[in-house]
């Protein structure tokens, strides 16, 4: 089936350092991909999205590129903040029937930044 | 204006008990879900429910059940409680295929 591989956590950075999360993934169609962030104690938040091959995704400074012929969706930002420490999710979508689909989930990387 | 909300946001509760928690979206979604996240932050898929139907059922046990009485509400009804249980339960929606999910806070439930 679908799966998500990101790397492992935790992570953690001096303010202003540039962070890259790997994620690469297994899909047997053409899966759109998504990075999800989670603050301590809350719900996930959509960061940022691709839906096709070469498609790149930002929001806040973060950004990832659909790459198919690495099936990788890695995710960077140039400089992080303080604000930026959560729980990272990527993920894709695997469609189901109906107008539905399922995200499979990678295991989420940790991110702490430090002042 | 909250999006997905859940509740309650915390359950606490003995082995063996039968629990509800409840799920409303005012995005005007089609589709819902519930996400079973574990203590090691692993978020695995459990329902899906478009228009009040069910799409999706991941090898849940059948002590849950999920109840969607219209588009806008998605319950999770869980009997004889145990131990593994214990869990943070997301619940989402979304427009449709390839759309992003919108999630909830969470239901935080702990078996005693």
């Known amino acids: 089936g679908d799966s998500v591989t990101q790397m492992e956590g935790p992570v953690t950075l001096s303010e202003e350092a540039f962070l890259t999360i790997n994620c690469t993934y297994t899909a047997t169609g053409y899966p759109s991909l998504f990075w999800y962030v989670q603050y301590p104690g809350e719900g996930l938040q959509l960061l940022l999205k691709?839906?096709?091959?070469?498609d790149k995704g930002s929001n806040k400074g973060f950004e990832a590129t659909y790459r198919k012929e690495t099936t990788s969706f890695h995710l960077e930002k140039g400089s992080v903040q303080v604000s930026d420490s959560a729980v990272y999710f990527c993920?894709?979508?695997?469609?189901?029937?109906?107008?539905?689909?399922?995200?499979?989930f990678g295991k989420g990387t940790k991110l702490t930044v430090n002042p | 204006d909250t999006a997905v909300s859940q509740t309650p946001k915390y359950l606490v509760t003995q082995m063996g008990n039968d629990k509800s928690i409840k799920c409303e979206q005012n995005?005007?979604?089609?589709?819902m879900y519930w996400y079973k996240q574990d203590s090691k932050k692993f978020l695995k898929i459990m329902f899906s429910y478009n228009n009040k139907e069910l799409i999706i059922n991941e090898t849940v046990p059948n002590r849950f059940s999920p109840k969607s009485p219209d588009k806008a509400h998605l319950n999770l009804h869980i009997n004889s409680l145990e131990l593994g249980d214990s869990a943070v339960y997301f619940c989402?929606?979304?427009?449709?295929?390839?759309?992003?999910?919108?999630f909830g806070d969470g239901t935080r439930l702990s078996i005693l």
């Open positions: 989402a929606s979304s427009r449709g295929r390839n759309q992003p999910q919108h």
């Open positions: 993920a894709l979508s695997d469609p189901g029937q109906g107008g539905s689909e399922k995200l499979v």
């Open positions: 691709a839906t096709k091959a070469d």
């Open positions: 995005l005007g979604h089609d589709t």
